[in-house]
């Protein structure tokens, strides 16, 4: 800048932050500001200040880079607003707070706007600017009549500038005299703005794809839509001055605009909400109140050493940081969940301290648990502790709603989540605005696109049918590369609460939530963590409400009391652990895990009988391995060499001097293979020497790796680090590889933790309860990974009688009868019928017993469907009829009558002869069991179809065991599951017979050939070798496949129409298993 | 199979947008064999056969084909109508002597002769409507062999009658019907007893005449083209009633003209505007029939001759002056009307505005008929921004200016040095960079400048100076008058 040059700073600025009007990001914005050597800049987008802390966040980085290569950067503000855009006819208005006070009422202002309306919209007014102008600079940036700008200026004295910018649209010079002249008139200044809509000119056409896409049209066609040229970026102060030669002091504004305004975002000084302290304490007296009386409780003979050592130190820190008053919010909020009932438990770092244990928030006892690390905030972050809390998913609302009546919409507000573009819906907004043609977006965006294209997606868009050097092509490609970055609009968080003391309106705006009874604000969890507020993770979790089902049927049935940290787990050395714990684990052992959390799915099951879990810690790693992480970075198979003790454990070391064993302490428990995020963190500290912020910085490298590309300079740093300890290059690339894996699917140790206890009490329900687990595993569906079949299936296995639904007998949940033998029988409960209701099935229970079709009807004032439907699912047997009799009597026993008439009439229906219907064969029971509740426990469909396929020398599922390894065979069974997992380069089937299940392994390249098939087979053959793992996992490795499904025709006595491909497939459009239909449902009956 | 967009033997299906998702509506054979079946989505049967030719289902155009079929039979009997999409119904009652055929032999002809028009159709002859369309839907013989789904009582019925055990007609047929009305309404007692040719259906013939028509028939054939005419102008004097009591004009005008030996030529004129006045309608029938390639063949004489006005809309009678005198103001629309009937549409366009900066772009030529968009008019109070001329291709000039960007100073054009004494500008036009490849272009500077002697040009500078250009160059785009 030289001498002559009158400083500018821009204050018309518009980001991506004011959706697809705005083609650079706010840090893009600030930083090439401060490039340009302007003092400052004003982030202002239109009726939000969304994008303020992501500018804040960028300025810090760059300034943390900056620092580390020893520059020193010129004074920079960053100043923040809000495009005040009105529903009225006032013009736009730029509103600047000037100080604390007004940034409250700029944020009121826009919640008043935001509330008012529907979610994604603000409908403000003059008359609201008006209410909450107190403490703001306003400059009036859009034409404006004399007398609007003289009320402007009246309401707010010297507060008011008017906004004339020199965009080159031909009669720029002569507006400028006409805005002097009406800014004279009305006595404000004049300022200078330059109505930025991106950092450079090069961003026009960006700015130009985003217009079309915004005004649904393409480029060709948006005309005179598109910005004339490319002057709507930030220019130099030099440029500014001349453009504004005529009118110097417009200029000369821009610095006494940022003069008067005080407020900066660091400000936001945040304050704990104080509700969970009682009077006369403060937070942390308070909370070393309850965390030593609760530790009392818990241990009446005296506190262990041990575990007063680790609560002095975590409340010396606590106190340090002046968290106290976060532990008691989510202390306050466990302790409500835990008074009204609602399992719940706390996960994240903060969350596996001794504090949360003792407090109730986690079950995972650190005491018990040789833990990596010590858990817990890191003092260097300076970041508030995370906790995240899983609540039962079906009583999660009760607890938000808790949240808000306590602390009260004005201070309780859910997080946003900024949806980014995906590069599918990037691809396809894109090429629609560049003006492809539907069938060819619809191609585009089956392939991976972005700027990380490479030569395998170069191939992919290859086979679409799409050249990538097509130029238009390439421009989509390059387009959508750019717009990946781009917020596209604000969500709610699925449940990151955000509590304050004060006004929450006053720090951030409040948006109306799609959902009703829902408010959110509009920063999301980084801007949160930028600026320092709390948030508290109410998370919804389908496995608690199963336990929660569970702990509540022990008891009532069985009379024993359960809490999730009162389930008996594993002792300090667990070869010392009980019969009835060995025995749990003995089952995981055997893959036997249906239903158990995290560990159910098909991957997990083959993992559990390879790395033989026998203690708390191998099910947190079983947790963790398998994952894309570890998997991509190639670190379960030397973990399980190490395991099974084929291979040595070694630890890489480094060159001397440095301490030979130094990994041994990081990697110590996962015998020297890195699998937990904690662990890459702390292997880059050790290993290749990062520092804190360097480590820090690797952490949000991992956390946002898709989208930042500092990857790349911390990858050289940690790999050349390592290398320059004496670590082999081969082991430094690897274990980055790992972090990189990480990126995109992170899992930390501390979640693995918690998740490893759910997995412990589920198994422990599941082998000492079976028949209470299944219950409560139907009773919670959707959850899980199984279908209620299988479910059902499994539970036989373990020696459960089950029994059918019953109109007499069965409630809307599933249910436990005490059998003959002593033992308890699971009855099946009525919400196994699809499409059945709740309400009807509480009418049912209030007046049983009924004797016969009409006294049902009419008792429990069913409409005919609800009868229709009890017939269908063959659940009339108590009242004499079965499924046939039932339906034909159903279909005429009158519904609906008024209760006066009904009355009257005891028995109206008149006697008819008997139909003489003919009997339904057994096959065709099953085959209707199956579309009515998806399961039978009359038969398998198989065992019908078993002479035809005996004929065939197919084999049972059962006989495979049996079966030497390499020989050929052939099973067949209805398909349970398709999985295609990771590269795809082998798909995974599940068949499922009458006696049991085969593991079907078809490699990619057989899959095209048998592709219809493969996609298509409800009931599927297979031809293939058998292949027994030393674990005692049985794959059949297909040969040939065949979709026999047509012979499930043969179940019913009559050949019908084709019906529909069910969808159990993973990989055309992610279908869950559980909801996988061996029989589709009778079409449109229900 | 439509436009031949595939062979006959091809799979393929049709599809249609549907919450979304896209979707099956129809498959053909070839596709039905593979497994696939109608109501899946696209996206899942693409999973089975990736290569899987969809197109876009139009049952609009399904409909109209299907009605042309049914126009043709009316060949069997004027009772033809169709049902649902797929299918029609003739009530050939009392029809066999006069076509001389049978019921196998009808049924048989037809079906050769929409063979030999590329439809593969099945057919059936029964008692009633109903029976007849079931047997044929479901390709039985007899009556009781019918599904119960030939009821047409929905899916839920069907299923009831399924579960029952209950699966053909004949099932139902012995049955006592009580217990099934109880059950299964009315609808059911009717559908039987129409499947089981108990109850006869009347069917409503699918011609509709449309909806003003005149005709004139002739006692003796008329043999020559020239008295044509004249007939179509008294005729066109009765439909102008018609129009005038209804408040409506004719867009289009149709001359059927019925041959003693059955056949019918068809002639039609479209107008721009809706006409009633005879002495128009004939001008432009005489320049239609004028323009025939093939000119008309009476043969043996017309016999009948209709005017039929399918296509009218309102006319809203324009205020005359109350002087009586023509508002003097020449009516293009009789014009553009004639030249295009003459040239052919295609050959007569009008200009409109577009919607672009670039000034060479700011307009097209659409069909004349089209509602013209208004030309963007200058904010009150300001002078025209754009000439009224604008030279093709922009004209060099030689420029005496300022850098960067200073307007011009002086200027020479044609051999004549220009002196600027007043300018406005630049308006800054950025390169239209979707337009090419390369993407980057030069960005013009356009001023409006005055010279010395009060004429007005439009100049603009050919790329930025410095970052675009090192040196320039100037043209002039327009005059302003």
């Known amino acids: 800048m030289s001498l002559e040059t009158p400083p500018y700073v821009e204050f018309a600025t518009t980001t991506a932050y004011s959706f697809l009007r705005g083609a650079s990001t706010p840090g893009e914005m600030a930083l090439r500001a401060l490039a340009l050597g302007h003092p400052g800049i004003g982030i202002a987008d239109r009726n939000t200040v969304s994008g303020v802390a992501r500018a804040l966040a960028a300025l ?59 979610k994604g919209n603000c409908e403000l007014r003059l008359g609201d600017l008006l209410e909450f102008l107190e403490d703001m600079q306003l400059i009036v940036a859009t034409p404006t009549s004399d007398a609007l700008l003289r009320q402007l200026a009246q309401a707010a004295p010297g507060k008011v500038w008017l906004g004339a910018a020199m965009l080159r649209q031909g009669r720029d010079a002569r507006r400028l005299a006409a805005l002097r002249e009406q800014a004279a008139l009305a006595g404000v200044p004049l300022i200078a703005i330059n109505d930025a809509l991106y950092d450079g000119p090069e961003s026009r056409p960006l700015h130009d794809v985003m217009t079309a896409i915004r005004e649904k049209t393409t480029v060709q066609a948006a005309g005179r839509r598109l910005t004339a040229n490319a002057e709507r970026h930030l220019k130099p102060a030099a440029e500014m001055a001349r453009l504004f030669a005529a009118a110097p002091e417009a200029i000369a504004a821009t610095a006494d605009f940022m003069g008067g305004i005080v407020f900066k975002l660091e400000d936001l000084s945040y304050t704990y909400p104080h509700e969970p302290v009682p009077y006369g304490y403060t937070p942390q007296g308070w909370l070393e109140e309850l965390v030593w009386s609760r530790a009392s409780d818990l241990h009446p003979q005296g506190i262990p050493e041990k575990l007063t050592r680790l609560l002095t130190e975590e409340l010396g820190i606590i106190g340090q940081q002046g968290y106290a008053a976060y532990f008691l919010t989510v202390h306050d909020i466990v302790q409500w969940a835990q008074i009204q009932g609602i399992l719940c438990q706390g996960r994240g770092s903060a969350a596996n301290s001794a504090v949360c244990f003792v407090l109730g928030v986690t079950a995972v006892d650190p005491m018990k648990h040789n833990l990596l690390f010590s858990r817990f905030i890191s003092t260097e972050r300076k970041e508030p502790p995370d906790i995240d809390v899983d609540f039962e998913h079906e009583r999660r609302e009760e607890v938000m709603q808790y949240i808000y009546s306590r602390y009260g919409r004005e201070r309780a507000g859910i997080a946003a989540t900024v949806i980014h573009y995906r590069s599918r819906s ?11 043609s539907e069938d060819v977006t619809a191609r585009l965006a089956s392939t991976v696109w972005g700027s990380y294209a490479s030569e395998y997606d170069r191939n992919r868009c290859i086979e679409a049918g799409l050249d990538p050097d097509n130029p238009t092509i390439a421009r989509v490609n390059h387009f959508t590369g750019t717009i990946l970055n781009f917020p596209r609009h604000l969500s709610q968080h699925v449940g990151g609460f955000v509590l304050t003391q004060d006004r929450l309106d006053e720090t951030v705006p409040i948006h109306n939530a799609a959902m009703e009874k829902r408010t959110f604000i509009e920063w999301d969890k980084d801007d949160i963590d930028t600026l320092g507020l709390m948030k508290v993770d109410i998370l919804a979790l389908g496995m608690l409400t ?61 993992m559990l009988p390879r790395l033989r879990p026998e203690r708390f810690y191998d099910l947190v790693i079983q947790v963790a391995i398998v994952r894309p992480g570890p998997i991509e970075g190639d670190m379960v198979h030397p973990y399980l060499r190490r395991r099974q003790k084929i291979e040595d454990v070694i630890y890489p070391s480094p060159a001397p001097p440095h301490d030979r064993d130094e990994l041994r302490g990081v990697l110590g428990e996962t015998l020297g293979v890195p699998l937990f995020q904690e662990q890459a963190m702390r292997l880059a500290i050790t290993a290749a020497n990062f520092s804190d912020a360097e480590a820090n910085q690797l952490r949000r490298a991992m956390a946002t790796f898709r989208n930042v590309g500092t990857i790349g300079s ?143 009807a009419r008792r429990a004032s069913l409409p005919q469907r609800a009868l229709n439907l009890l017939a269908d699912a063959d659940a009339l047997h108590s009242i004499g009829l079965d499924r046939r009799e039932g339906l034909w009597e159903a279909r005429r026993t009158p519904t609906g009558e008024l209760p006066l008439f009904a009355a009257a009439r005891a028995r109206e229906l008149g006697e008819e002869p008997h139909a003489a219907l003919p009997a339904m064969p057994l096959s065709e029971e099953v085959a209707a069991d199956y579309q009515t509740t998806r399961l039978s426990l009359k038969a398998h469909p198989m065992s019908f179809l078993r002479p035809v396929f005996a004929a065939e020398g197919v084999l049972r599922c059962t006989d495979l065991a049996k079966t030497r ?14 999985q295609r997992p990771g590269k795809g380069n082998a798909i995974f089937v599940t068949l499922e017979d009458e006696g049991g299940i085969a593991n079907v392994v078809i490699w990619a390249r057989l899959f095209e050939t048998y592709r219809r098939p493969v996609m298509a087979a409800r009931l599927m053959l297979v031809e293939g070798l058998i292949q027994h793992s030393p674990e005692g996992v049985i794959h059949v490795m297909a040969q040939s496949i065949h979709d026999r499904t047509p012979e499930l025709k043969r179940l019913s006595e009559v050949h019908e129409a084709e019906p529909q491909l069910s969808r159990a497939d993973e990989f055309v459009r992610p279908q869950h298993p559980r909801n996988v239909r061996v029989l589709p449902r009778s079409r449109d009956f229900h | 199979m439509r436009e031949g967009a595939a062979p006959p033997d091809a799979a393929f299906a049709l599809i249609a947008k549907q919450r979304g998702a896209q979707r099956i509506m129809a498959l053909s054979p070839a596709a039905l064999a593979l497994g696939l079946s109608a109501g899946m989505m696209l996206a899942d049967a693409r999973a089975l056969e990736p290569d899987l030719p969809a197109f876009e289902h139009r049952p609009a155009a399904d409909h109209a084909l299907l009605l042309r079929i049914v126009e043709s039979c009316e060949r069997y009997t004027p009772m033809v109508a169709p049902d649902r999409d797929d299918a029609l119904v003739l009530d050939l009652t009392g029809c066999f002597d006069s076509l001389g055929m049978d019921e196998d032999a009808v049924r048989g002809d037809l079906v050769t002769w929409l063979a030999r028009r590329g439809f593969r159709a099945l057919a059936a002859c029964a008692g009633t409507p109903d029976a007849a369309l079931a047997l044929a839907r479901f390709g039985k013989s007899t009556l009781r062999e019918l599904p119960v789904a030939a009821l047409g009582l929905g899916d839920d019925a069907h299923l009831a009658l399924k579960r029952a055990g209950l699966r053909t007609l004949g099932q139902l047929a012995d049955r006592p019907r009580a217990p099934l009305a109880a059950r299964f309404g009315k609808a059911m007692s009717i559908a039987l007893a129409h499947l089981l040719e108990e109850q006869d259906r009347r069917i409503t013939p ?50 059927s003209l019925f041959r003693t030996d059955g056949h019918v030529a068809r002639l039609a004129v479209d107008s721009g505007l809706p006409l009633r006045e005879p002495a128009d309608v004939v001008r432009l029938f005489r320049e239609r029939i004028e323009s025939l390639a093939d000119p008309l063949d009476p043969g043996f004489g017309y016999d009948l001759l209709r005017l039929a006005v399918p296509l009218h809309e309102d006319v809203s009678e324009g205020q005359d002056r109350l002087d009586e005198e023509n508002s003097g103001k020449p009516d293009l629309a009789p014009l553009l009307d004639r030249l295009q009937v003459r040239f052919g549409a295609e050959c007569v366009h009008r200009f409109a505005p577009r919607d672009e900066h670039l000034p060479e772009y700011a307009d097209r030529l659409v069909p004349p008929a089209s509602i013209p968009q208004p030309w963007p008019q200058p904010e009150a109070g300001e002078p025209p921004l754009r000439p009224l001329f604008l030279f093709d291709p922009p004209q060099p000039v030689t420029v005496l200016a300022e850098v960067p960007d200073g307007p011009p100073r002086r200027f020479g054009w044609q051999g004549r040095q220009h002196r600027v004494v007043r300018q406005e500008g630049p308006e800054r036009l950025a390169y239209p960079w979707w337009k090419t490849v390369e993407a980057t272009g030069p960005t013009r500077d356009y001023y409006r400048i005055e010279d010395s002697d009060g004429r007005r040009f439009w100049l603009f500078r050919h790329g930025l100076y410095g970052s675009e250009k090192a040196d320039p160059r100037w043209y002039l785009h327009g005059v302003f008058a």
């Open chain 1, 426 to 436: 990037a691809a396809r907004d894109v090429g629609k605005a560049l003006g492809l």
């Open chain 2, 206 to 255: 699918h011609r509709t005449l449309p909806p003003i028509w005149v005709e004139q028939r002739f006692a003796e054939p008329m043999a020559t083209v020239k008295p044509l005419l004249g007939v179509i102008e008294w005729l066109a004097g009765q439909a102008r009633d018609v129009l005038v009591a209804r408040g409506r004009g004719g867009r289009r005008y149709e001359v």
């Open chain 1, 60 to 118: 810090r980085r760059f300034e943390e880079e900056m620092e580390a290569e020893g520059v020193t950067l010129p004074p920079f503000r960053l100043l923040v607003g809000a495009r005040l855009v009105f529903a009225d006819d006032t013009p736009e208005i730029l509103a600047y707070p000037t100080t604390r006070y007004g940034w409250g009422r700029l944020t009121r202002l826009l919640t008043t706007g935001n509330l008012r309306t529907t």
């Open chain 1, 714 to 856: 911390l990858h050289s740093k940690m790999v050349n680090g390592m290398v320059a300890r004496g670590y082999e290059k081969d082991f430094a690339e690897r274990c980055f590889q790992q972090i990189k894996g990480f990126g995109s699917y992170g899992f930390p140790e501390s979640h693995a933790l918690a998740f490893a206890r759910l997995v412990w009490v589920s198994a422990y329900i599941k082998h000492h309860y079976p028949e209470v687990f299944a219950a409560a595993l139907l009773n919670s569906q959707p959850m899980g990974f199984y279908a209620p079949a299988q479910i059902v299936r499994c539970a036989q296995e373990h020696g459960v009688e089950v029994r059918t639904i019953d109109a007499n007998h069965s409630e809307w949940d599933c249910t436990l009868e005490p059998n003959p033998k002593g033992a308890l029988a699971l009855r099946l409960g009525l919400r196994q019928i699809s499409g059945f209701r709740e309400n009807w099935a509480e009418q049912i229970k209030a007046h049983r017993p009924y004797t016969n079709l009409e006294d049902l």
């Open chain 1, 965 to 978: 390894n390499g020989k050929r065979v052939k099973v067949a069974g209805v398909v349970l599951v398709r």
């Open chain 1, 546 to 606: 199963c336990i929660g089902k569970a702990f509540a049927m022990i008891e009532t049935h069985i009379g024993r009391q359960y809490q999730l940290s009162s389930v008996p787990g594993d002792e300090e050395d667990h070869r010392s652990n009980p019969p009835h714990v060995r025995a749990v684990y003995e089952m995981l052992q055997k893959g036997d895990s249906i239903g158990v959390f995290q560990v159910e799915s098909r991957a997990q099951m083959n």
